[in-house]
């Protein structure tokens, strides 16, 4: 939309400042439509797919809304509501906090380290790089349940080994103490995608520096410390941001797990409720889920989404900046 | 001086030993911990119904039939259609309505340009919970399409934010000349997209293709919200759950299954590995 406005005013603006040829101005008009052409999917997709919905999603978070009796006004109702009744909000807050301290932390520091792995390894590269980037590739929802079989108590081969070793065998999903370590797990194992990116990052590094850091006789930790950190810290950060993006959208792997532990599959208004075992596994996701799809609670639902939206575009707005920005949009 | 120089030598190759021992034993370490859980799973695939209740690691008899009858379960093969369904028209209309948009951002200059990319971002970055409300009851009540593919596919032919992203970046390394160079051999805009555009940058519309094949074919929310209320219309990621409630005991069907639903994914990836690592890499390259 801007882009037309903006076109249109600099053809209206112009003649008052310079006369524009009448070729000139037909080329210009001949332009902007062109423009709007190559852009239009996106730009109908952007209407309807993003504006509309989220205008109607701030409508709704004022609405008392079943999806059968029609809308009505309640102001603030649905925000109170969330911030103090609605039992797992803050629960759920709590997890997603742990998981972005944990996860992403363990995730950047295993990828980062399997990276580095990787650029040193002599013999057998293809192998040991496509080892390492497969499970990245399985499906979640196949991934999370070979997961709940291998720590199942029991049967699990993990639990057996780890009984066989003298090891505590926790309930893994099943022990709200254990279940985000479990997922913990889970993401750790599907690294691929951040080894790949700082695998090319690590061989970007030019060698010059560390032969002259060698010949200053540095040794391996100073090496990193001095020569490799400063070169890829753009891509750690880079990995931070989109890990803590990623994890405060974290709901797949988390209602999966918590369904085949529990051995209850939710549809709508059934009696499974995210979370098992006893809410360790909330995420601010499936309390949308829950409030708009399992409790009919629309305008709630409405509040968290608005939520979740804030404190993405937050940490979008990260990666968007003029100067650090990794997405800067400057060329 | 020659003794210094080869027991100075030999101390370097000696560490240079020590350290592929070193790298390679953490490697095999790691292999481990990477790939045992497939081994796993496919053991466990193989074996009786009855030492699947056990933790054993090696079966006893070796039951190929079990992949037979996970395959025969009611519902498995409709799955394996929608999967399909889905992920084929969403990848290929997601790669036709994204590659225009990603040209124009790249090439085109126009006031708000800067502006449309960065709502290009941020809709990448936007969790689909956000605006599942409204969407659910705009497919349901004005469109009554829930229960149906529909509402997961339609919305791939107006553009994916991230592989227009994707693409873009891509486009902006191909030097501006062979622009010019077309436009003075008469090409028009279109013209010059699909004949000199497009055939340069095929690695990256390939690496964009697999991922959103791979997107598809894993999504597990938008079948959840806009599909499960009709069995007919389930995908494979929203089935496998179901599946291993029906079978809760028989951990040997649910990881036959659960290999399965993995099995299309790691053969694609097995024939395309070299475009999928440069799509992963581009992912980091900075804008």
Redesign the interface.
């Known amino acids: 939309m801007?882009?037309a406005l903006?076109?249109r005013k600099?053809a209206a603006t112009a003649p008052t400042a310079l006369p524009v040829p009448p070729a000139l101005r037909r080329k210009r008009r001949r332009?902007?439509a062109?423009?709007l052409?190559?852009?239009s999917?996106?730009l109908?997709?952007?209407g309807?797919?993003?504006a509309?919905?989220?205008l109607?999603?701030v409508y709704?978070s004022f609405m008392k809304y079943d999806?059968f009796r029609p809308p009505v006004f309640t102001g603030l109702r649905n925000w109170t509501y969330v911030f103090t009744d609605y039992p797992f909000f803050w629960e759920g807050l709590r997890n997603t906090l742990w998981l972005v301290v944990v996860m992403v932390t363990l995730r950047v520091v295993f990828g980062l380290g399997?990276g580095l792995?990787v650029t040193?390894?002599?013999?057998?590269l293809g192998?040991?790089r496509?080892?390492?980037?497969?499970?990245y590739?399985?499906?979640?929802?196949?991934?999370t349940?070979?997961?709940a079989?291998?720590l199942?108590p029991?049967?699990?081969?993990?639990?057996?080994y780890l009984g066989k070793l003298g090891l505590p065998q926790p309930g893994w999903f099943n022990d709200p103490n254990w279940s985000k370590p479990a997922l913990t797990m889970l993401a750790v194992?599907g690294i691929?995608?951040l080894m790949?990116?700082f695998m090319?990052?690590l061989l970007d590094v030019p060698t010059e520096q560390y032969e002259a850091a060698e010949l200053d006789g540095a040794g391996p930790w100073q090496r990193f410390r001095y020569v490799t950190f400063p070169n890829i810290s753009?891509?750690v950060m880079?990995?931070v941001v989109t890990g803590v993006?990623q994890t405060?959208?974290y709901?797949?792997q988390a209602i999966?797990a918590g369904?085949?532990a529990s051995?209850?599959?939710g549809?709508?208004g059934e009696q499974f409720e995210p979370g098992y075992p006893n809410g360790s596994t909330w995420t601010?996701?499936q309390m949308?889920?829950n409030l708009?799809?399992q409790r009919f609670d629309?305008g709630s639902?409405?509040v968290v989404?608005?939520i979740?939206?804030a404190i993405?575009?937050a940490?979008?707005s990260l990666?968007?900046r003029r100067k650090s920005g990794?997405?800067?949009?400057?060329d | 001086m020659t003794d210094i120089l080869s027991s100075a030598a030999r101390v370097a190759r000696r560490r240079a030993a020590l350290?592929?021992v070193a790298?390679?034993s953490?490697?095999v370490v790691?292999?481990l911990?990477?790939?045992l859980?497939?081994v796993?799973?496919f053991l466990?695939s193989v074996m009786t119904d009855r030492q699947?209740?056990?933790?054993d690691?090696w079966p006893q008899h070796w039951e190929w039939g079990n992949y037979a009858k996970a395959w025969e379960t009611p519902g498995f093969l409709t799955w394996w259609r929608n999967t399909l369904v889905y992920a084929g028209a969403g990848t290929a209309l997601t790669v036709v309505?994204?590659v225009?948009?990603a040209?124009?951002?790249a090439r085109?200059r126009?006031?708000?340009?800067?502006?449309?990319?960065?709502?290009?971002?941020?809709?990448m970055?936007?969790?689909p919970?956000?605006?599942?409300?409204?969407?659910?009851?705009?497919w349901a009540k004005q469109l009554h399409l829930t229960g149906t593919l529909w509402p997961l596919i339609i919305?791939m032919?107006?553009?994916d934010a991230f592989t227009?992203?994707l693409l873009r970046q891509f486009l902006l390394t191909i030097p501006k000349e062979y622009v010019e160079a077309a436009r003075i051999d008469g090409c028009g805009?279109v013209r010059t997209l699909l004949r000199v555009i497009l055939p340069m940058a095929k690695p990256a519309v390939a690496a964009v293709a697999l991922f959103q094949f791979?997107y598809c074919?894993?999504d597990?929310?938008g079948p959840?919200?806009y599909s499960?209320?009709n069995p007919g219309a389930w995908t494979?990621?929203?089935g496998?759950?179901?599946f291993?409630?029906a079978h809760?005991t028989n951990?040997n069907l649910?990881?036959a299954a659960?290999l399965l639903?993995?099995a299309p994914?790691?053969v694609l990836?097995f024939f395309a590995?070299k475009a999928f690592?440069e799509g992963?890499?581009l992912?980091?390259v900075?804008?």
């Open positions: 801007a882009l903006g076109s600099a332009e902007a062109r423009t052409a190559f852009l999917p996106w109908i997709g952007f309807v797919f993003f509309y919905p989220l109607s999603t709704f999806g399997i792995l040193k390894i002599r013999s057998g192998f040991f496509t080892a390492f980037y497969l499970p590739l399985a499906p979640p929802v196949a991934a349940i070979a997961f079989f291998l199942n029991g049967t699990g081969p993990v639990d057996h194992w691929g995608d790949v990116i090319a990052a753009p891509i880079f990995a993006i405060m959208q709901y797949t999966v369904q085949v051995g209850i599959i549809g709508s601010l996701p949308v889920y708009g799809f629309t639902a409405c989404a608005l979740l939206f993405s575009m940490f979008t990666l968007l990794f997405m800067s949009v400057e | 350290q592929w790298v390679h953490v490697a790691a292999a911990f990477f790939l859980p497939f796993f799973v466990t699947a209740l056990t933790s690691f309505s994204s225009p948009v040209y124009a951002l085109f126009f006031r708000g340009r800067n502006l449309a990319l960065m709502a290009v971002i941020s809709m970055m936007l969790p919970q956000v605006t599942v409300i409204p969407m659910y009851l705009f919305p032919a107006f553009g227009i992203f805009d791979f074919w894993n597990y929310f959840q919200i499960s209320e494979l990621s929203y496998l759950e179901s291993k409630s809760h951990w649910t990881m659960t639903v993995m994914v790691i990836f590995q690592i992963v890499t992912t980091g900075k804008g």
